[in-house]
């Protein structure tokens, strides 16, 4: 069997990786507040944690593999964009409208991280379907002494843990003393935090023995988490920037909650994204959705690709020529599975799949998440696919498919633009049928040199005319002339 070896951030070492359960592997990942789109940043650990996924599935066996990957549903953002809605005149119940920006959003979501090649966690709790939960462990902590009730409030009383801090390597008194805070009237210690917060009649709530109200955010991980993995289970994982203080919250009240079951056995973080060298902000007009980049042409297994070419653990950096050369490179693949899909005769390829990854791709992807040295692994397997594609073709198949490439025909990959393109097809089509006939090619090199310039490629050949459109492909710079 493939050893794996994981970063546990709270060890702060490179561990052997030993199941809990190997028929029962349990992971949890942070997932979304849906209240908007996903940007790019928001994508990194999807993508991350699906090569995990994936990675736990070829060892365990896909049936022997949980991943729970939650959404957080109640939340003042949410809140927000119902009262605004409710205030243009809707005059639907706020829960109503709540429910349907959520739903709305997830849907976003989930196409989004779909065109990422990202698979389906395989549990996908929502915040407000466990609030029985959350109260069950609340109420907990409250008898236990580890949390108390005021002003309709309930907060953890966090030195109540004495190892608090130790996630994120920090104590509770330089947190303090580098903190600015205002301590509410309602709490005994500037660093206790929420768990049970009063809803008023214009916001969403639930009854409980402190009264109306709703959770804190960082309750919602741990009620989940339990409820659906149990008390203890093998990962738990996330961006950085949840390493504190939400994650440290999690360890603090689940372990406080369940004494002896210690709650996550491994934790793992990946870092922030970056786009041409500089943080990602509305300020600086650096700041896209995938959307955004999804309805510019750039497809996800583009995305996936740079993503992949980083480790989890260092700052990834979003560039042009990244996603330039990253979409080289699958134009490649591209090629290569063309000459091999025919040299099959088959309308698929899935009878000829008899290989297994490759071994060194695996061990790559085995320490430590080592996308980097993968696709260096997976460029080997290129270039001998692309002098024999009839030999090596299907291996190249089963490589991508492992690193999440496949989840469409490769056929598919670039295509998003045929409709936009096809006018352009079809002028240069005939320009080219008129020019055969009078050996005058001016105006075909006109059409073909207005193309290159828009960065769409043209390819003649017997079957006809094919345009590509090329790594800064945009739109809005061609218009069909009549």
Not at 226 to 244: N, P, T
Not at 288 to 300: A, E, Q, S
Not at 305 to 331: C, N
Not at 425 to 440: F, G
Request: proline share 5%; aromatic share 10%.
């Amino acid at each position: 069997m493939t050893t794996i070896q994981l970063h546990n951030t709270a060890t702060r070492t490179k561990e052997v990786f030993a199941p809990i359960d190997p028929l029962n592997v349990r992971m949890y990942v942070c997932g979304p507040t849906v209240y908007d789109r996903a940007h790019l940043g928001n994508a990194r650990p999807v993508v991350v944690f699906d090569v995990l996924f994936r990675l736990l599935r070829h060892v365990y066996g896909a049936d022997h593999v949980t991943y729970a990957r939650n959404f957080t549903d109640v939340d003042d953002k949410i809140n927000a964009t119902a009262q605004a809605r409710k205030a243009a005149g809707d005059a639907r119940p706020l829960e109503v409208l709540i429910r349907e920006r959520t739903e709305e959003t997830i849907a976003w979501y989930h196409a989004d991280m779909d065109a990422l090649g990202a698979l389906r966690p395989t549990l996908e709790p929502r915040a407000t379907d466990f609030i029985a939960q959350m109260i069950a462990m609340i109420q907990s902590l409250v008898a236990s002494g580890h949390a108390y009730a005021k002003d309709g409030h309930v907060l953890f009383r966090v030195r109540s843990y004495a190892a608090y801090g130790a996630l994120s390597g920090r104590s509770v008194d330089d947190m303090i003393a580098g903190a600015r805070v205002e301590i509410a009237p309602f709490k005994e210690d500037a660093m206790d935090f929420v768990l049970w917060k009063p809803s008023d009649a214009d916001l969403p709530g639930w009854d409980s023995p402190w009264g109306r109200g709703r959770p804190g955010w960082h309750i919602e991980c741990s009620a989940m988490s339990h409820e659906l993995l149990g008390a203890a289970f093998d990962i738990h994982g996330g961006g950085l920037d949840l390493q504190f203080p939400h994650h440290e919250n999690e360890i603090a009240q689940s372990h406080c909650a369940h004494p002896q079951a210690g709650f996550a056995k491994v934790w793992m973080h990946n870092e922030m994204l970056q786009v041409e060298g500089k943080k990602m902000s509305k300020s600086l007009g650096n700041f896209f959705t995938v959307r955004d980049l999804l309805d510019k042409g750039v497809p996800g297994e583009v995305m996936r690709l740079v993503f992949l070419g980083t480790h989890y653990s260092k700052p990834m950096d979003w560039t042009a020529e990244k996603a330039a050369q990253a979409e080289a490179m699958l134009r490649e693949c591209i090629d290569i599975l063309d000459q091999w899909a025919e040299s099959t005769d088959s309308n698929g390829p899935a009878k000829y799949m008899k290989r297994e990854p490759s071994t060194q791709i695996v061990k790559a992807i085995a320490d430590d998440l080592n996308t980097s040295r993968a696709l260096t692994e997976l460029r080997k397997v290129i270039q001998s696919a692309k002098y024999n594609p009839w030999l090596f073709g299907d291996q190249l198949f089963v490589d991508l498919e492992f690193l999440g490439f496949m989840e469409r025909h490769w056929s598919q990959w670039f295509t998003d633009f045929s409709a936009f393109l096809q006018p352009f097809k079809d002028k240069m089509t005939k320009l080219r049928s008129e020019a055969m006939v009078t050996k005058n090619f001016a105006a075909v090199d006109g059409l073909k040199a207005e193309l290159l310039v828009g960065q769409v490629e043209v390819r003649i050949g017997k079957s006809g005319i094919d345009l590509v459109p090329g790594p800064g492909f945009d739109p809005k710079n061609l218009k069909v002339n009549e």
